[in-house]
Structures are given as structure tokens and as C-alpha cells.
């Protein structure tokens, strides 16, 4: 099991901007994905930006060169989000997927007043 310590969600004006941080308790010697995702009312939950344990990195195309995502070491994933919209309102999610399953984070709501 694989348990996420999340933080960095809020409220912020549009145009504004935020840092999501996420540590994992454990990370598989396999191949693996880690990233954050994000779930708006009425929405599928989505990729918003993942590395994956090779370092390759993979962004949703909404992120447009606004948000960043860098891994400051080997169990937590950070993502900086600049340039806020109103709908990148959403319940954001700190992620991780092996070959055999997902695993989840509780969730950080990030609310964008317009």
C-alpha cells in the first residue's frame, strides 16, 4: 500500500498562482508513474502532469507551459501552477501508477476566482 502526504491547494484570483506538494510513503523498485491529477464536478478525472520513475515527464495539453512539475527527490513529486484559470477549479489528486494498480492520494481542492 502507498499512502501521500498532499499539500499546496486553496483559493487564488485568476491569474494566480499555486504549489501542490506531494511525498509518497514508499515507491516500487519497478517501473512507475507519479504525478497529479485532477477531478472537476461533473468531470472524469485527468493527468495533469506525471514523471514516470525513468524521468520522463508527460503534461496534459490544458497545462500549455503554465504548470511545472519537478521532483525534488525520490518520493515526492511537486507542481507549480501559474497563470490560473477559473476552470482549472477541480479536486487535485497526487497519484501513482505500477503495472498493477493506482494508487491515490485523498485530494486537494484548488478553487480559481474569477
Known amino acids: 500500500q502507498v499512502y501521500f502526504e498532499e499539500s499546496g491547494g486553496g483559493l487564488v484570483q485568476s491569474g494566480g498562482s499555486l504549489k501542490l506538494s506531494c511525498r509518497a510513503s514508499?515507491?516500487?523498485?519497478?517501473?512507475?508513474?507519479m504525478g497529479w491529477y485532477r477531478q472537476a464536478p461533473g468531470k472524469e478525472r485527468e493527468l495533469v502532469a506525471s514523471?514516470?520513475?525513468?524521468?520522463?515527464t508527460n503534461y496534459a495539453d490544458f497545462v500549455k507551459g503554465r504548470f511545472m512539475l519537478s521532483k525534488p527527490n525520490s518520493l515526492s513529486v511537486d507542481l507549480a501552477m501559474n497563470n490560473l484559470h477559473p476552470n482549472d477549479t477541480a479536486v487535485y489528486y497526487c497519484?501513482?501508477?505500477?503495472?498493477?494498480?493506482?494508487?491515490w492520494g485523498q485530494g486537494t481542492q484548488v478553487t480559481v476566482a474569477s
Open positions: 497519484g501513482m501508477q505500477t503495472l498493477n494498480r493506482a494508487y
Open positions: 514508499t515507491v516500487p523498485n519497478g517501473h512507475f508513474e
Open positions: 514523471i514516470s520513475s525513468r524521468g520522463q
